[in-house]
């Protein structure tokens, strides 16, 4: 996974981030991102500034466009074998900003609690992603993204065996050049040192799509959706 994540810095605090133009208009902060929302991301297309597409990526020789919630990831095990990730990784790569992320830790049949996932450091990172264009039923073009992830690391492990796949600073700007091979692309797409991220739990108010706000990423005691309080946190 994931399958939520949050943005709450400024437009301002990103552009400076990444090195990129802040956009004019059109931005928000994002406390609980979820697919099928237009959200900000750097396409290897225009490095140079903030787009906005749909989380949720819909390959454009697809005629079934309801998949699209289905491929809101991209397991890093399979780019090279699906042809829905594989010309998408040698032309059509991104960066998603991100300051956090969610996951779900099972602790009954049906019970989950939600975590939030950040730096230690509390910065901006990128997960490493993938876009697509297609045009809709009315011929308009559309652009989605869509998550790489990998196995989890240490620190994810007790929450879930995936995690999205984080790249280093240092790597963002390769990630995004033309010219770079598929086994550097590849050898990037790794677990991120658990060493330098924690995580804690909040409220089950994320699992709700409608719910934002800055509240959302405050912690919370670990209790499920049912009101039932782990025993393991």
Known sequence: MPGRYS??????????????????????????????????IIANSSPKGISYFYWGTIPGWSKNKSISPKLINAPTETLK??????????????????D????WKRISKKGKV????VMNSKDIFSFAGLWEEFEDENEKTVHTFT???????????PIHNRMPAILDQENEQKWLKES???????????????????SYTVSHRINQVA??????????????QFGNYSLFD
Do not use: H, W
């Not at 990444?18 to 609980?32: I, K, M, Q």
């Open 7 to 40: 943005i709450g810095a400024s437009a301002e605090k990103i552009a400076e981030r990444f090195n990129v133009t802040a956009p004019s208009e059109g931005y928000e902060a994002r406390y609980n991102a979820a697919p099928t929302q237009l959200l900000p």
């Open 81 to 98: 074998e699906k042809a829905t990730f594989k010309n998408a990784l040698k032309k059509r790569r991104c960066l998603i900003p991100a």
């Open 100 to 103: 956090g992320f969610y996951e």
């Open 114 to 117: 939600p975590y939030r996932i």
């Open 147 to 157: 998550i790489i992830t990998t196995t989890a690391n240490a620190t994810l492990r």
């Open 180 to 198: 770079t091979t598929e086994e550097d692309l590849l050898s990037m797409l790794k677990p991120y040192p658990s060493d330098k991220m924690s």
């Open 211 to 224: 719910n934002e706000g800055i509240s959302l990423i405050q912690p919370c005691a670990p209790v499920d």
